[in-house]
């Protein structure tokens, strides 16, 4: 397993995730959503990351019944809404996803998006008392702009900014420009999601390269020479940046399998050569994946 270091911490994480995005949106596919969970924790994968908007809870509660007598062996993530990021919001949201998850602290705890409502101020203080209590070990953001990032580093006081959960793939490299660098300067963690891309009614968003394209035909090429699929490099691809993890949602053994397989390998510099230039970056700098 590759891990990767959560900010300026000491703790190591799996620098592949389990992500549970639509996890518990159809309690028939309940069973099915634990058992892959499990599989992946056995395998290596021991960092889960869910929300509270997930499925209205149901992806905690799902991810609960998963971990709960496991809860040593994980690193939990999840995500207070942005419509809560009020001071006591965010307290009573921490409180709420506690009990879906049944465990007393979140390892990281992020606020998902940007609130139009509540000052970063009064958001990251409430993280910092959540902290303070022991409910919440570390504290990230989601989808945050450089000024936003400083801002909430500044508001959170002696309390470090570990991570920004963000969208990177082949078709989004936005943030090369500028947010990896501050990042990596300021000791921040990029969790990239998304790492196939989005289907194209999520975000307006490009999805993953349809067979016959060039695009996927050079990344059938280049995974026929590693004995790879061309999901395995893309996902090679974005972990070839240090400081940076991913979060592939795994709904099935057969899902994390495919993902594990990502490892253990490197994409040499002429084929990375090859897949950024028929996905180049964009000068465009928006974190609205």
């Known amino acids: 397993m590759l891990y990767r270091k959560l900010g300026n911490t000491e703790v190591s994480i799996p620098a592949i995730g389990q992500g549970t995005w639509k996890f518990g949106e159809d309690k028939q596919q309940e069973k099915d959503e634990i058992e892959a969970l499990r599989f992946g924790i056995e395998k290596g994968l021991t960092l889960i990351d869910t929300a509270e908007e997930y499925a209205g809870g149901g992806s905690e509660q799902v991810v609960g019944q998963a971990i709960h007598d496991i809860r040593n062996d994980v690193f939990l993530v999840t995500k207070v809404s942005a419509k809560n990021c009020s ?9 709420a996803s506690l009990e ?13 998006w940007p609130s139009e409502q509540y000052e970063v101020s009064e958001t990251m203080g409430a993280m910092a008392e959540l902290v303070s209590k022991g409910l919440v070990k570390y504290v990230g953001v989601s989808n945050f702009s450089i000024p936003l990032m400083q801002e909430a580093q500044h508001h959170l006081g002696n309390v470090p900014l570990v991570c920004n959960q963000l969208p990177y793939h082949l078709n989004d490299r936005n943030i090369e420009n500028q947010i990896i660098p501050f990042a990596k300067e300021n000791g921040i963690t990029i969790m990239g999601y998304s790492p196939f891309g989005f289907a194209p009614h999520v975000f307006g968003g490009k999805g993953f390269p349809e067979a016959g394209t060039p695009e996927r035909s050079t990344l059938d090429t280049i995974g026929a020479k590693y004995g790879k699929t061309a999901y395995q490099v893309a996902i090679n691809w974005v972990l070839r940046q240090q400081g940076l993890v991913t979060i592939p949602k795994a709904a099935s053994k057969e899902h994390i399998v495919d993902n594990l397989n990502a490892l253990g390998w490197e994409l040499d510099q002429e ?3 090859r897949i950024e230039n028929h996905f180049p970056v964009s000068n465009s700098e928006s974190v609205n994946g």
């Open 87 to 95: 001071y006591k919001g965010v307290l009573r949201a921490a409180e």
């Open 100 to 112: 879906r998850l049944r465990t007393d602290r979140i390892d990281l705890y992020l606020q998902h």
């Open 271 to 273: 084929d990375i050569n």
